[in-house]
């Protein structure tokens, strides 16, 4: 018999993402998870959802190899801060904000200095702070540094999430959803 196509089945995960001066874009990776039911929560489930192939494709950073395509199309870098979804943009302050005065990455020095293990308001301290400093050696030094990351597996979620607790504004950093 033959089978139809199921797009649920896709390999590719993909969703609109905010890049270079606040414009979304459509970032790609390897799908990780398996669709929400009816009636589940998707964010609320991300911990649940996620397959036993998932974790290790988070764990080791395969998950990533797809936004290669859209380091590209020009739409991230290989170093910056990491794109955020859409519904954030209204609960950012104006320093955090300027987190995308720069090409969103598929590392950056947040990755490197806590990654998924720190909260969003020392997320977005660092994603500015690179904003600040960036250059070719800095880079080249996060590129390093994420190859060490990568391979010792850390701080790729936090307790109870697939990654981290969605953000919920300024002061809200750590805040259950």
Same mark, same amino acid.
């Given at each position: 018999?033959?089978?139809?196509?199921? #797009?649920?089945? !896709?390999?590719?995960?993909?969703?609109?993402? +905010?890049?270079?001066?606040?414009?979304?874009?459509?970032?790609?990776?390897?799908?990780?998870?398996?669709?929400?039911?009816?009636?589940?929560?998707?964010?609320?489930?991300? !911990?649940?959802? +996620?397959?036993?192939?998932?974790?290790?494709?988070? %764990?080791?950073?395969?998950?990533?190899? #797809?936004?290669?395509? =859209?380091?590209?199309?020009?739409?991230?870098?290989?170093?910056?801060?990491?794109?955020?979804?859409?519904?954030?943009?209204?609960?950012?302050?104006?320093?955090?904000?300027?987190?995308?005065?720069?090409? #969103?990455? +598929?590392?950056?020095? !947040?990755?490197?200095?806590?990654? =998924?293990?720190?909260?969003?308001?020392?997320?977005?301290?660092?994603?500015?702070?690179?904003?600040? =400093?960036?250059?070719?050696?800095?880079?080249?030094? +996060?590129?390093?540094?994420?190859?060490?990351?990568?391979?010792?597996?850390? =701080?790729?979620?936090?307790?109870?999430?697939?990654?981290?607790?969605?953000?919920?504004?300024?002061? %809200?950093?750590?805040?259950?959803?």
């Amino acid at each position: 018999m033959r089978q139809e196509y199921d #797009p649920r089945m !896709a390999m590719l995960f993909h969703q609109p993402r +905010i890049g270079l001066h606040g414009k979304p874009f459509m970032l790609y990776k390897l799908k990780t998870m398996r669709d929400p039911r009816p009636g589940e929560d998707p964010l609320a489930t991300d !911990a649940i959802r +996620i397959t036993r192939f998932g974790r290790f494709l988070r %764990a080791t950073s395969l998950d990533e190899l #797809p936004t290669l395509w =859209n380091v590209l199309k020009g739409d991230m870098s290989l170093v910056g801060p990491r794109p955020l979804l859409p519904e954030y943009l209204p609960l950012y302050t104006p320093e955090q904000m300027r987190r995308h005065e720069v090409k #969103p990455g +598929i590392t950056g020095w !947040a990755q490197v200095n806590g990654r =998924n293990a720190i909260g969003w308001e020392e997320k977005f301290r660092l994603d500015v702070w690179y904003v600040d =400093n960036r250059s070719f050696w800095l880079d080249c030094k +996060i590129l390093w540094m994420t190859v060490w990351q990568v391979l010792a597996r850390r =701080n790729v979620s936090a307790a109870g999430h697939a990654t981290m607790p969605p953000f919920r504004g300024a002061g %809200a950093s750590r805040a259950a959803p």
